[in-house]
């Protein structure tokens, strides 16, 4: 490859870094809820396939999304053209990951026609599946191949012209989706570090906990674009950014437990809110900080 595809690639793997990570934990968390994971796991059979939510292994899921999302990046970079001059483009790619990845995997794995006749999983642990892993790979397709032809139909500076609140709104979604990715590597590390018999499957099935990090999203977001429209007048330095996010992506989890919880405690947001802090003012650095200096040179 040449720089510029190099280049193009790099931002087509961000972006599907990205939809994928958004879209997996969204539907997981939403359907965990829906058919209480932690009692369906713990049955006769499905215990003996499916590791137990609160597995600390399982808890390292957090991590392998990026991975899983990088390995789909190389995987469809052939398909890319393809899928932006088709009209229904997102349609070819969901087609693809629902035939291929869910329906006749080479493995007998669960919601496939393999695993329907090879394996002793019960046919409704087969079929209750299928809603979530059809979902978030729909929304998945919808999002990647729309994201992509916004990026090729137009180049950066067109794009500013014709709508700049719209690139703005854009970049704080995705400094913000990173931001929630901290979040993940913070509480993994306060795990580690204290050695803490946290029931991680309850931790992560709970809807009151993970809505935390739904708030500290939105407020990371809105935080985002209020800081790119003051940068046009007054530009700020990268450690002014750092101590702000420092700052807010540890007093949401504060104020969020408690207010929610009936109490917090401050050493352990203060490093929780290191992590996203560092990840979103890297991700400012390289979306709208790089890009304005290499403009003014």
């Not at 058919?35 to 590791?51: K, P």
């Not at 869910?102 to 599946?129: F, Q």
């Not at 007048?233 to 408690?258: E, G, R």
């Amino acid at each position: 490859m040449n720089t510029n595809n190099w280049k193009t690639f790099m931002m087509f793997a961000v972006r599907v870094i990205v939809a994928h990570t958004l879209t997996y934990f969204t539907y997981g968390i939403i359907m965990s809820q829906v058919f209480d994971y932690n009692a369906i796991f713990a049955r006769e059979v499905i215990r003996d396939y499916m590791l137990a939510i609160g597995e600390r292994n399982v808890f390292l899921h957090l991590f392998m999304q990026p991975v899983r999302g990088l390995i789909f990046a190389i995987a469809l970079w052939p398909l890319r053209d393809l899928l932006l001059e088709r009209k229904n483009g997102w349609l070819i790619l969901w087609g693809l990951l629902v035939s291929i990845g869910i329906l006749s995997t080479p493995a007998a794995a669960p919601s496939s026609i393999e695993g329907m006749v090879y394996t002793r999983i019960p046919m409704w642990y087969h079929l209750m599946g299928i809603p979530e892993i059809a979902l978030q790979t729909l929304f998945f397709s919808i999002w990647v191949v729309w994201w992509e032809r916004q990026s090729a139909e137009s180049h950066a500076a067109e794009a500013k012209k014709r709508n700049p609140l719209l690139v703005q709104f854009v970049k704080a979604v995705i400094s913000a989706c990173f931001g929630y990715i901290g979040y993940a590597i913070g509480g993994l590390l306060l795990v580690a570090l204290t050695r803490s018999d946290i029931d991680i499957g309850a931790a992560g099935t709970d809807f009151k906990m993970q809505f935390m990090f739904v708030v500290a999203f939105f407020i990371n977001a809105i935080t985002i674009l209020w800081l790119a429209h003051l940068w046009q007048a007054n530009p700020k330095s990268l450690w002014s950014v750092f101590s702000l996010f420092w700052f807010v992506d540890a007093i949401v989890p504060w104020l969020y437990q408690t207010l929610i919880f009936g109490g917090s405690h401050i050493p352990t947001v203060i490093i929780l809110g290191f992590f996203p802090a560092a990840i979103i003012t890297l991700s400012i650095w390289l979306n709208q900080i790089r890009p304005a200096i290499q403009g003014r040179t």
